[in-house]
């Protein structure tokens, strides 16, 4: 009989003030994993961003200094041209400077077509356009393949969509690679720059810069 409570009295279960205390070490354990698992999802996520944004500044940027670089003017070619236009907007960008929406155009041999083989001279410009609903702008490429004396420089051509993301663009012109102007170059300019530098901000506050030496001069 005392063989038998011994037995009963061994196993006995848990006290209210252990399950209390082991569940008290669980919930502390599963709180340091969700906030280990929390943190690097966070990380994941802001390096996506960045990359993201890099892909969009970077893309950008080579797309409109390839155009520049290759801009293009020939001799007793009225078809050809380089323009810039400064575009100042209201208010400041997110990183304290004035925001600036310049537009820009020109005839260039950069070569877009699907057949790699073939260049062609062409019409290219970028320049904003508001959004339908009023908040924000969007940046335009505007592509004109068929250089015509009946169509103006700036008209025509089909205008494609790239990114809400540009906060402010700028352009300043160089014509001996030391001295700048930000205020535009002339339609009726039969020379181009010597150089330009394109400043770029996205809409997080972010700026890129590049520096492009125009090449091709007729």
Not at 79 to 105: H, L, M, Q, V
Request: charged share 30%; no cysteine; hydrophobic share 35%.
């Amino acid at each position: 009989m005392n063989r038998t409570k011994t037995k009963i009295q061994n196993l006995r279960g848990f006290t209210l003030l252990e399950v209390l205390l082991a569940m008290a070490i669980l919930a502390v354990i599963l709180t340091v994993v969700y906030a280990s698992f929390s943190t690097a999802g966070k990380n994941v996520e802001q390096a996506e961003a960045l990359r993201d944004e890099m892909d969009i500044a970077r893309g950008l940027l080579v797309r409109i200094s390839s155009d520049i670089a290759n801009s293009y003017i020939g001799q007793n070619m009225s078809t050809t041209f380089f323009y810039g236009k400064k575009e100042e907007a209201e208010g400041e960008s997110s990183g304290g400077a004035k925001i600036r929406r310049d537009s820009i155009a020109m005839t260039t041999l950069t070569n877009r077509p699907l057949n790699l083989k073939e260049t062609e001279l062409w019409e290219v410009g970028y320049f904003f356009k508001e959004k339908p609903d009023g908040k924000g702008f969007v940046l335009f490429r505007r592509e004109k393949r068929e250089l015509s004396k009946d169509v103006l420089p700036l008209d025509g051509g089909t205008e494609d969509e790239i990114t809400d993301r540009v906060e402010s663009l700028q352009f300043r012109y160089s014509t001996d690679g030391t001295n700048w102007t930000d205020n535009g170059w002339p339609l009726s300019s039969s020379a181009q720059p010597k150089a330009m530098e394109i400043i770029l901000t996205l809409d997080n506050g972010k700026v890129y810069t590049t520096k492009v030496d125009v090449g091709n001069r007729g």
